[in-house]
């Protein structure tokens, strides 16, 4: 669905007044989608150049039809599109639209500060963590306020430094280790991905990013036995144990946790769940985890391929 066309097209529109668009159309184009100051979506609007779309319409006040691009494009509203039986207004459908979906199902675009439990309480799982990642930089653009990226220190011993280059080893992306880039925001959501203080801050703790700072972060505590109390991270030195050289990488051992790897989610509980199987689930019991993190179907959404997936079980493994 698309507004007016007004303007000079059609200055006799009912939205107009003084000559101007009381709904300021045509609005702006922009390359993303984002969230202005206040919480509030601002659409993907792309310029024609960019791949956006354009279309001819017939004007009242023109002698013959004119073209309009995404700038006059309305937010998805289902009264007029079942009034009028369109479409939703969407470019394309693709993965991250999708996954915005999925998220809208689970959790608002405005959060507040009184709504911070509200936000624990929920998340999106994937198997894969390519996925994972996928998702959350997505979802972090959804909190207001400035983004601080965190970057590591990579290092390999001496004697095999000249056969790792800093461009490789920043690029590495090992399983139970943060990003050598780590982009976080003031009330983002977090994990925790190592056991720093037992009980209260181990291996799965869920945190919310308080304050920022170079060699610390003040985060507060949501879930396990230190529920409300405010802790510091500070940057530690991080080994994996399944790489075939000694890689080391000084960074906050932190994750967002919009979404989780369904192995991660393992021993969550959570009151509803978002899971994104587009890619299937490809170790046993993969799929059971992550639909049961939830006590009721009805908390309980699936973004799948074709809406099918496959159920991975080994019945050697059930004997």
Known sequence: MVHGPCGAFNPSFPCMSNGKCTKRYPREFIAATKTDTDGYPLYRRRHPDDGGRMTTVPARAARESVQIDNRWIVPHCPLLCKIFKAHLNVEF???????????????????????????????????????????????????????????????????????????????????????????????????????????????????????????????????????????????????????????KRLQFPINLCFAMSINKAQGQTLKVVGVNIESPCFSHGQLYVACSRVGSHDNLHVLAKDGKTVNLVYPEALL
């Open 93 to 247: 459908c693709s993965a991250s639209i999708k996954d915005s979906h999925l998220w809208a199902h689970i959790m608002t675009l405005n959060l507040k500060t009184n709504k911070r439990a509200h936000l624990f309480e929920r998340a999106i799982l994937a198997p894969k963590n390519d996925k994972v990642s996928s998702i959350n930089s997505s979802l972090l653009t959804t909190i207001p306020g400035d983004e601080q990226t965190f970057r590591s220190i990579d290092s390999v011993e001496e004697d095999i430094a000249v056969d790792y280059p800093m461009k490789f080893l920043n690029s590495l992306n090992p399983s139970r280790m943060p990003p050598h880039l780590l982009r976080l925001k003031i009330g983002a959501p977090v994990i925790l991905l190592r056991n720093l203080k037992p009980p209260i801050l181990c291996n799965g703790t869920r945190l919310m990013v308080e304050r920022m700072m170079p060699r610390v972060i003040e985060a507060t505590v949501v879930t396990g036995p230190g529920k409300g109390n405010n802790v510091f991270i500070p940057r530690i030195p991080l080994i994996p144990s399944d790489m075939p050289f000694q890689f």
